[in-house]
C-alpha cells in the first residue's frame, strides 16, 4: 500500500519563492549583457527549482509485507517493518523525507527514526501495525 505525502502551503511557497528569485536574476544577467552566466543560472536553477519538484511529485511511502520503504525524490530508505520500534504522531520541524509539519517519527533499528509525512496517518500507522 502506498501513502502520498501531504503537503504544507509552505512548501508550494517555497518552489515560488525559488522560481521567482532565479526569474529575476535570470532578466539581471541578461541585462547586464553578460550571457555567459546564463549557463550557470540553468545549472543553479536545476537545482533551486528541480528539487523541489522532483520531492514534490516524488515523496510517498510504500508499506508492503516486511519493508517501509520511503522515496523521495532521489532519496531512499528502506526499513524493515521487524525493526520498527514505535510510530509517534509529532510536529517537528527537523529534517526528514517529509513535505508538511504534521508528521510521523518512525523510531527503528538502534535508535535510527525518519519523519515522514503521510498524507492519511491513521491509516498508515495502521497498515505498518498489521
Known amino acids: 500500500m502506498t501513502f502520498r505525502s501531504k503537503v504544507d502551503w509552505w512548501y508550494y511557497a517555497i518552489i515560488i519563492a525559488s522560481a521567482g528569485s532565479l526569474g529575476y536574476g535570470t532578466y539581471a544577467v541578461i541585462e547586464t549583457g553578460v550571457t ?3 549557463w550557470f543560472m540553468a545549472i543553479i536553477s536545476v537545482f533551486a527549482v528541480g528539487l523541489p519538484v522532483w520531492l514534490l511529485f516524488g515523496t510517498n511511502y510504500t508499506v508492503t509485507e ?3 520503504i520511503v522515496r523521495s525524490g532521489p532519496f531512499r530508505w528502506r526499513v524493515e517493518r521487524n525493526s520498527i520500534r ?5 510536529r517537528s520541524p527537523l529534517s526528514g523525507p517529509a513535505l508538511s509539519l504534521d ?3 518512525v523510531s527503528y533499528g538502534n535508535g535510527q527514526s525518519l519523519l ?3 498524507a492519511d496517518i491513521p491509516n498508515f500507522m495502521k497498515a505498518i501495525q498489521e
Request: hydrophobic share 35%; with cysteine; charged share 20%.
Open 36 to 38: 555567459s552566466m546564463l
Open 103 to 105: 508528521r510521523v517519527e
Open 116 to 118: 515522514i509525512s503521510p
Open 66 to 68: 516486511e519493508t517501509l
Open 86 to 90: 514505535s510510530l509517534q504522531p509529532c
